[in-house]
T-cell receptor
Framework: NAGVTQTPKFQVLKTGQSMTLQCAQD?????MYWYRQDPGMGLRLIYY???????DKGEVPNGYNVSRLNKREFSLRLESAAPSQTSVYFC??????????FGPGTRLLVL | RKEVEQDPGPFNVPEGATVAFNCTYS??????FFWYRQDCRKEPKLLMS???SGNEDGRFTAQLNRASQYISLLIRDSKLSDSATYLC???????????FGGGTRLMVKP
């Protein structure tokens, strides 16, 4: 099993550009999550999906949208990127609310 | 006040040393507690869950004090490979979301 996969690994955007970060898991988990990690801030939850067809806001949802395409896939979209969105983005999945399994991350730089 | 607070370190210790990390959390209704480990430029991975009775996994011991809202991690006989950032993690009272501390960086020296 690949676990949790994320694409792309790295991305450079100009301010105002849009992009979608892709995440997929092959562990048949119900719950999926998107986090961002900034130096000194720890991981902060952007959005989560407790089950297929549902999504909820986390701590820092502004400037992002998500889609739970099916049980396996959960994408994160930046409609108009800003330099403040420069960060490392992690996707995670879990069976319920306990152990979360993380993808390798996407490093995003917005100029 | 942050919901989950940790000393960022770094803690520099020699191989073989015993080192302890502490973490405090603000939500008294939190349900579950964890320590995750994150290596440089890698994703976080679960190290261990933390139970009210305390739990041990090899050289690692975790303790929870609900009254003081305090979690600890003790690492005995430190190895070079223990060098990483240790994240204290707390779930909300509904158990739906995890809140991560900023992490404590450990560097084990030969």
């Amino acid at each position: 099993n690949a676990g949790v996969t994320q694409t792309p690994k790295f991305q450079v955007l100009k301010t105002g550009q849009s992009m979608t970060l892709q995440c997929a898991q092959d562990m048949n988990h119900n719950s999926m999550y998107w986090y961002r990690q900034d130096p000194g801030m720890g991981l902060r939850l952007i959005y989560y999906s407790a089950s297929e067809g549902t999504t909820d806001k986390g701590e820092v949802p502004n400037g992002y949208n998500v889609s739970r395409l099916n049980k396996r896939e959960f994408s994160l979209r930046l409609e108009s990127a800003a330099p403040s969105q420069t960060s490392v983005y992690f996707c995670a999945s879990s069976v319920g609310t306990e152990t979360q399994y993380f993808g390798p991350g996407t490093r995003l730089l917005v100029l | 006040r942050k919901e989950v607070e940790q000393d960022p370190g770094p803690f520099n210790v020699p191989e073989g040393a015993t080192v302890a990390f502490n973490c405090t959390y603000s939500n008294s209704a939190s349900q579950s507690f964890f320590w995750y480990r994150q290596d440089c430029r890698k994703e976080p991975k679960l190290l261990m869950s933390v139970y009210s009775s305390g739990n041990e996994d090899g050289r690692f011991t975790a303790q929870l004090n609900r009254a003081s809202q305090y979690i600890s991690l003790l690492i005995r006989d430190s190895k070079l490979s223990d060098s990483a950032t240790y994240l204290c993690v707390v779930s909300d009272n509904a158990g739906n979301m995890l809140t991560f501390g900023g992490g404590t960086r450990l560097m084990v020296k030969p």
